[in-house]
């Protein structure tokens, strides 16, 4: 049973926004924001108003049954309509309660990825490489944008790093359950045994924040200014063009030097950096409200070791719901990453609704 108070909050929430969005007189810098709360709210609306009514009419065809003046025929077609109207309640219950459920206010940010090859060598900075074209076929598959922002390449021509940026609806709702330690079980090409080797990569996915998220003074920075490095001939940076930039509240340091103009690089690794301490601070948060950790599944610590990817078996594994795909082939071309997805999705919002209840 939900409490009418949550209902009636939803509709008081919703009608207040209607009516802020409408009047014109709302800072621009938020009204991106309210205007997704409001469509978010505009799904469930319809059901919350309905849901109100249920009592009221349940006592009216409870009337009607109970009363000796109506004919059998009437008395049966009340008891068939509230036995309809109590299944109906339920059906609406279920949906109000999947929207109660406790929400991170960043499913409908974009997504700054960053895939780091570990423990491995060259072998793994191949399975870097793979799972980024896995990533590249999963975003054009769902038609998002994806953006490079930086690569840097391993002698076997695998990637020792690269870091994107995905946009579109909800990135990152979807691939926040990427962020960990991918595991990889092959044979690799250098192998004259054809003995089976382990190599990981390391995923973190990062909700990009916006100028409203998160202040980060001028003050705060370091900025450093050096000449980029390159494989030498005619593609070395002869300017001062590569950036470091240091948040010195916290520590953290981005460097970004694959654009030729410093003003390029320095937007790329604000971007980053903007990103990397604004999920900080949500990790800090994260922390301090324990509940909320134990409610999802995996989706943030990067020493988690989350999946495997078995080449001679041709299947892939998330250890976290205990899930075992025999297509490898298909998951890695973005073919079925959804049904990983969905998957998992599930069994956080089950988790969830448990601690609801």
Known sequence: MIPKEKVQDIIARHDNLEKELSSGDIDPKLFAKKSKEYSSLG??????REYL????????????????KNDTEIAEMAQKDLNDLKLKKEDYENKLKIFLLPKDEDDNKNAIVEIRAGTGGLEASLFCSDLFKMY????????????IISISKSEAGGFKEVIFSVSGND????????????????????????????????IAVLPEAEDVDIQIKESDLRIDVFRAG???????????SAVRITHIPTGVVVSQQDEKSQHKNKA???????????????????????????????????????RTY????????????????????????????????QELRLKEQDIKLKNLN
Request: overall charge positive; some cysteine.
């Open 53 to 68: 009514k249920f009592d009221n009419e349940k006592s009216d065809l409870e009337n009607i049954i109970k009363d000796k």
């Open 171 to 202: 990135i990152y709702s979807y691939l926040k359950y990427e962020s960990g330690v991918h595991r990889v079980q092959r044979i690799p090409k250098t192998e004259t045994q054809g003995r089976v080797h382990t190599s990981a990569a390391t």
């Open 136 to 147: 590249e076929k999963v975003c054009s598959k769902k038609r998002w944008n994806l953006e």
């Open 268 to 306: 790329k690794a604000l971007k980053i950096l903007r990103s990397r301490v604004y999920e900080a601070e949500k990790r800090k948060k994260d922390h301090e409200r324990s509940t909320n950790r134990r409610s999802q599944i995996g989706t943030g610590d990067r020493s988690e070791r989350i």
């Open 230 to 240: 390159g494989p030498g001939g005619q593609s070395v940076n002869t300017t001062d």
């Open 310 to 341: 078995n080449f001679p078996q041709g299947r892939v594994t998330d250890h976290r719901i205990n899930l075992t795909l025999h297509k490898l082939d298909e998951f890695l071309s973005g073919e079925i990453h959804e049904e990983m997805n």
């Open 43 to 48: 799904v469930i609306i319809a059901i919350a």
